[in-house]
């Protein structure tokens, strides 16, 4: 069991920490053909429906580890680790990253968890994988966070993570880590400091044996990437499912891959959706942001 610290601001606004843990289980599920994957799972006495938080094409569970912190055991959040991702094996055949595969695995991990209907928090491919999710499971889908997300997505915001994705990175220090995310990403997340590029550098790479600072992920997951922009009938068709699900539909302001007009389509095919913007932020929300968690907190507070 591990344990993050719970931090919160003071009123002169001074973020500090608290004598109080918030602590998590490792826990491993094998997919069906044969990975072992991994997630985090932090627990609650509560019988609310429990969170579940899927990443980004490149990113890992400790995206959402703040949202441990922030709902302090008052529901159970699991956040996954896709195959490929963070301490989940990786996949001997690249073909089998792909949005329907992924949502088989967490449904194996829902069934070996007893969880019948969960809320799914997703971000971009996470976002997909909810949608997909809806559509083949609709029964297990109790609501949805669509992060910077739709199904239609801009060609700017393709081509930048298709020159990205994949591309194998390493540096002797979390600063060079971080001084080099925020030249490639600065349009991101405008306002981040250095401090914060390293912290968030460090949800993204991790050091590994040899002391070097490497991204944590299989470098195959680029070979099934679709750079190709556009809309998808089949996710339309997907988010159709979800038309009943209480849902919110977070966008970054500065996004480039899920664009205002797309949002605000899907708002009008989804009775039960609210579209929330953060502001100065690019793709994809952190949901650190104040205007994610009021969102958030207006969603559960919906579904409950």
Request: aromatic letters at 8%.
């Amino acid at each position: 069991m591990a344990a993050n610290r719970l931090r919160s601001k003071s009123e002169d606004g001074v973020k500090c920490t608290m004598d109080v843990e918030i602590n998590y289980q490792d826990h491993f599920w094998q997919s069906e053909d044969g990975l072992k994957l991994h997630c985090r799972d932090y627990p609650s006495a509560s019988a609310k429906s429990p969170i579940i938080c899927i990443p980004g094409l490149t990113r890992n569970a400790r995206d959402f580890e703040h949202l441990g912190e922030w709902l302090e055991g008052k529901r159970r959040i699991i956040m996954v680790n896709l195959r490929g991702r963070g301490e989940s094996e990786y996949a001997k055949d690249s073909k089998s990253y792909h949005p329907k595969q992924y949502v088989h695995d967490i449904i194996r991990l829902m069934d070996e968890l007893d969880i019948p209907k969960a809320i799914f928090f997703g971000t971009s491919l996470g976002g997909i994988v909810t949608m997909i999710m809806a559509k083949m499971r609709p029964e297990r889908v109790a609501g949805a966070l669509l992060n910077d997300i739709g199904p239609e997505l801009d060609q700017a915001g393709l081509d930048r993570i298709g020159s990205a994705v994949g591309q194998g990175r390493s540096f002797d220090t979390w600063a060079h880590a971080g001084r080099d995310m925020a030249e490639s990403s600065s349009d991101i997340f405008p306002d981040f400091t250095l401090k914060d590029w390293i912290a968030f550098s460090k949800k993204l790479y991790r050091m590994n044996s040899s002391g070097r600072i490497k991204l944590d992920y299989d470098m195959k997951i680029a070979e099934p990437f679709d750079s190709k922009g556009g809309g998808s009938g089949a996710l339309w068709h997907a988010l159709e499912a979800s038309e009943a699900v209480p849902t919110l539909i977070l966008r970054g302001e500065l996004s480039d891959l899920f664009s205002q007009r797309v949002a605000d389509q899907m708002l009008e095919k989804l009775s039960k959706a609210e579209l929330a913007t953060v502001p100065r932020v690019g793709h994809a929300p952190t949901l650190e942001e104040p205007a994610s968690l009021d969102a958030i907190a207006r969603l559960l507070q919906r579904i409950d």
